[in-house]
């Protein structure tokens, strides 16, 4: 028997309250998925800005604090980035950091949608991290399958 292939494209906005917040999109997501038409295949989830970043990781806040110590530790926003200096760079926002911890964690992700939901690990959660906020922000959400 052949089977249809299917391809539906949405964009999910995102306002964020704080320079450095990590949002946990699982919830929106998963409402997507369960609404289209894809019942087995993937979802590719994209950030729109080089500044907010996809990951997955567990929502436990004692963690997701850690996380965002570490990256504020691992790369400074005052460091003297040449990015943020007018000289070398045409940006007035000086958040050279933003891009730099952005290319660490990444700006899209692939998820197994089976039966008509995510597949995801007990404490997985699909995550973005806003890294030079507060902003508007969209999101583009890709289901694929059948």
């Known amino acids: 028997m052949e089977t249809l292939s299917l391809s539906h494209?949405?964009?999910?906005?995102?306002?964020?309250?704080?320079?450095?917040?990590?949002?946990?999109?699982?919830?929106?997501?998963?409402?997507?998925v369960r609404s289209g038409p894809v019942r087995d295949g993937i979802a590719l989830v994209m950030s729109m800005h080089t500044t907010l970043a996809l990951f997955v990781n567990e929502t436990q806040g004692a963690l997701l604090d850690d996380i965002q110590t570490f990256l504020s530790e691992l790369v400074p926003r005052a460091r003297g980035w040449k990015h943020d200096d007018p000289a070398l760079s045409d940006c007035d926002r000086r958040n050279a950091d933003a891009h730099?911890?952005?290319?660490?964690?990444?700006?899209?992700?692939?998820?197994?949608?089976?039966?008509?939901?995510?597949?995801?690990?007990?404490?997985?959660?699909?995550?973005?991290?806003?890294?030079?906020?507060?902003?508007?922000?969209?999101?583009?959400?890709?289901?694929?399958?059948?």
């Open 100 to 146: 730099v911890k952005a290319s660490l964690l990444g700006h899209n992700l692939a998820i197994p949608i089976q039966d008509g939901g995510l597949v995801l690990g007990t404490y997985q959660a699909i995550l973005a991290a806003e890294l030079d906020g507060p902003r508007q922000r969209s999101l583009h959400v890709q289901l694929i399958g059948s």
């Open 9 to 32: 494209g949405t964009l999910l906005s995102l306002k964020t309250d704080d320079r450095l917040q990590i949002v946990d999109l699982t919830p929106r997501i998963e409402a997507r």
